[in-house]
């Protein structure tokens, strides 16, 4: 999975297939993402990114570099 944005499109699409039983393989640095903001705090994209990249890993499939998925 690539795309954007990490925490919109490229989350629902992993969860769906997750939950369908397809394997999911995110490359992370396909993906992009934006600064959010919630309730006064402001959120940097990195730290948008790398929080969904640890929950797709956590719980969804794999999370790897485009690097080493095209190196397997």
Do not use: I
């Not at 490229?10 to 393989?25: F, L, Q």
């Not at 993906?31 to 990195?46: K, R």
């Amino acid at each position: 999975m690539v795309g954007a944005m990490s925490h919109m499109c490229v989350d629902a699409v992993v969860r769906a297939a997750a939950d369908m039983g397809y394997p999911v393989t995110v490359l992370h640095d396909a993906c992009a993402t934006l600064d959010l903001e919630f309730n006064g705090v402001s959120v940097p994209a990195a730290q948008v990114h790398a929080a969904m990249m640890a929950a797709f890993a956590f719980g969804y499939g794999t999370v790897k570099s485009t690097g080493d998925y095209l190196a397997a």
